[in-house]
């Protein structure tokens, strides 16, 4: 069977696995719609936060990110994995003992506000809109390598199958579905992992391949440092190269932990166990199975970074590996030949390796197309210049030297010539991981809107059919503006969604914290501190990406702070001003103290209650 | 002898002091694998190697991720047992005294 037939038969298979999972796990009340009736065992959640935490971005495209920048790569792997301590340790358990439905419901009740409730609100779908139009277009971008499907049909499947069993069985479908869909991209991830740590090291464990000694002698990552070093790549251990200097790689590293901390769609997984104990060990098992692809990937980076420029460098067309062939098609990596007939991929201008991006090349305004590219280069190098155009330095400028990042993880098991059924697994593995995450943050989506705002705010009396049909139709129309964004992607997704953690670090990660340890912050103090870590946070990400505002150094930093790591003086700012309005305004009410204490108390064991 | 009503109260406060301690220690330990080794003095561990793997790379890339797994361990196992403890605690003084 060809990889077309695999991917197809898999796709299909793992469809149709979580439709009869929607249809076991299907609800009849606002209980088991936004919280799954509070039955789902620890481990289980712990499997269900892990998928729901691990996007389309960390299967596709995270351990190509950390293969291109190294050590730097440490800012999403301790970012989105250390998050999970500050969550397990301040918030998760707190957050199930006050046992409501979602995040802007504890924002609200705490600071005795709807004006806190409705910032909540707002927060919460805008962090969860940019991440889920992400998704969207994640399922779209896998089908159309794989099964050579047009992206907005991709999208559009996509769109039917989480539409089914998101509204069908709501926060209990989505959960079961994705315990299903962590096995599913899980798997899809080790294997190639494994199989090229073995090829490369001897070595069947990825952890310990990374750091042994390569089969043909000589460890890999100093073998990897001197190659980098000869091609004039910045080195691929050492810490603190470019514009990753230490102040941006923590500042990032920080609001990347508090941003992970703050973000609705997690926070909400721990509403769904049975009691406080359940919370905490859901938390160690999230973070368990988070960690499983979290350690591999680095491996995996590095695996993928030697093996590919050992595969390519100085061969001739004959020469050449076959998944270079077949990856070339799509553009997502290619070969611009200077005249020698040999491969040189290098950091210099005597590079020869680039990546293609529709539009990004233009002759005249009119954008050029992959193969006018191709064939010019080729008349060039035949007509020894003298017809055609020699492409290097067009593409030098566009940004585009080097292959597309995507392509570590999605040509690895071609690079470590596994069977064709496994490489259709990476396709199913892909599409788990993307609807796994786009269908939590649609039920956050429906939850902000239907319950707290439409049955907290606008119509307390609602009944509870009626609520639920809310919450259900809610999940209906985001999952179709998701869809939208997915096949008309604004160009500002890839960068939202970095800045979404930042906004929540800023906003809700201090709010929630203050809330639980502290008796004495008032509504005004929150609420100001809030908007000031809201306010500060989007001004400089929209002032230095879209108007060009130079990256703030304070005097002191040799670069600017890099906008993903704004998050984190936001937050700062945010516990300042919280701090220092707090002497000035009332306390809260006895109302609100009870509900802090109450929070405190230790739970009493079912056994004897 | 005090009522039973103060003692649960004291009961209660030493039990948000232990989790507080609990919680501050094991965040210690989380700012100094993760902040620490991972990024402030990552380049200064760099220097030492562990098989091939130089020290700082290592607790940036894998170090700090199976420390943080271990803190999220220790912290249910302790935080439960404690929570074992305090409601043991409360429901005897609440069972001989029923009234408080």
Not at chain 1, 70 to 80: D, F, V
Not at chain 2, 29 to 48: H, P, Q, T
Request: include cysteine; glycine fraction near 10%.
């Amino acid at each position: 069977m060809s990889v077309r037939e695999w991917t197809f038969l898999f796709v299909a298979l793992s469809f149709g696995l979580y439709l009869l999972i929607a249809w076991y796990s299907r609800v009849r009340d606002t209980k088991g719609f936004y919280v799954a009736g509070r039955g789902v065992p620890a481990a289980a959640n712990g499997m269900a936060t892990a998928a729901d935490w691990m996007s389309a971005a960390s299967f596709i495209s995270m351990a190509g990110l950390i293969s291109f920048m190294g050590y730097s790569g440490a800012i999403y792997l301790l970012g989105w994995t250390g998050g999970y301590v500050l969550l397990a340790l301040l918030l998760a358990p707190y957050l199930r003992k006050f046992g409501h439905f979602t995040v802007p419901d504890f924002i609200g009740d705490r600071y005795d506000s709807n004006l806190a409730r409705l910032v909540g609100v707002v927060a919460a779908l805008f962090v969860s809109f940019t991440y889920v139009a992400g998704q969207m277009r994640g399922v779209g971008v896998v089908f159309s390598r794989f099964l050579e499907v047009d992206i907005s049909i991709g999208v559009m499947i996509g769109m039917v199958i989480v539409f089914i069993y998101a509204t069908l069985g709501g926060m209990k479908g989505i959960t079961w579905t994705q315990v299903a869909q962590y096995w599913v991209l899980i798997t899809a991830f080790l294997i190639p992992a494994i199989a090229i740590s073995i090829r490369l090291t001897g070595q069947p464990l990825p952890q310990f391949g990374l750091g042994a000694p390569l089969l043909e002698g000589g460890y890999l990552l100093e073998k990897l440092d001197l190659i980098h070093a000869d091609l004039g790549f910045s080195s691929y251990t050492s810490p603190f190269q470019g514009s990753w200097d230490k102040a941006n790689v923590f500042l990032v590293t920080l609001a990347l932990m508090a941003g992970t901390a703050g973000l609705p769609h997690v926070i909400v997984r721990f509403y769904t166990v049975r009691n406080v104990r359940a919370a905490r060990w859901s938390a160690f098992w999230a973070l368990f199975f988070i960690s499983l692809l979290y350690l591999t990937a680095p491996a995996s980076a590095a695996f993928a970074r030697y093996y590919m420029i050992d595969s390519v460098q100085n061969k001739t067309l004959e020469e050449l590996p076959e998944w270079f062939n077949n990856w070339e098609k799509t553009g997502l990596i290619m070969w611009l030949d200077d005249g020698d007939g040999r491969v040189r991929y290098s950091a210099r201008e005597d590079n020869e390796i680039f990546s293609y991006k529709a539009g990004a090349v233009a002759v005249k305004g009119t954008p050029v197309t992959l193969d006018q590219i191709r064939l010019s280069q080729k008349e060039w190098i035949d007509s020894n210049g003298a017809r055609g155009q020699d492409w290097r330095p067009d593409m030098r400028k566009a940004k585009l030297s080097g292959p597309d990042r995507d392509i570590i993880v999605l040509a690895t098991p071609e690079m470590a010539e596994l069977a064709s059924w496994i490489i259709a697994l990476v396709a199913a593995g892909g599409l788990a991981a993307a609807l796994s995450t786009a269908s939590g943050l649609l039920l956050v989506i429906s939850s902000a809107v239907a319950h707290d705002l439409y049955a907290r705010i606008i119509n307390p009396e609602a009944s509870e059919k009626k609520r639920l049909m809310v919450g259900r139709s809610v999940i209906g129309v985001a999952v179709i503006i998701a869809g939208f964004f997915g096949i008309f992607p604004p160009g500002f997704v890839s960068q939202v969604v970095a800045f979404a953690f930042g906004l929540a670090a800023a906003s809700f990660f201090p709010a929630i914290v203050l809330g639980i340890f502290s008796k004495r912050v008032g509504t005004v103090p929150a609420i100001a501190g809030m908007l000031t870590g809201l306010g500060f946070t989007s001004f400089y990400i929209i002032a230095s990406v879209y108007w060009g505002m130079e990256p703030w150094t304070f005097g002191v930093l040799v670069h600017g702070v890099n906008p993903q790591g704004i998050g984190a003086l936001g937050m700062v700012a945010n516990f300042l001003v919280t701090f220092v309005l707090t002497p000035f305004f009332p306390k809260p009410s006895a109302e609100v103290k009870n509900l802090i204490d109450s929070v405190r108390k230790p739970e009493i064991t079912s056994v004897l209650g | 002898m005090p009522p039973k009503s103060i003692k649960i109260k004291q009961s209660l406060q030493r039990y948000w002091r232990h989790n507080i301690r609990i919680t501050i220690a094991l965040l210690f330990v989380w700012a100094i694998v993760g902040l620490g080794c991972g990024i402030l003095f990552a380049d200064f561990l760099n220097e030492f190697k562990v098989s091939g793997y130089p020290l700082g790379f290592w607790f940036a890339q894998q170090g700090a991720i199976i420390f943080f797994v271990l803190i999220i361990l220790i912290y249910a196992v302790l935080l439960n047992s404690l929570d074992d403890r305090h409601s043991r605690e409360i429901q005897d003084l609440t069972e001989r005294d029923p009234e408080v």
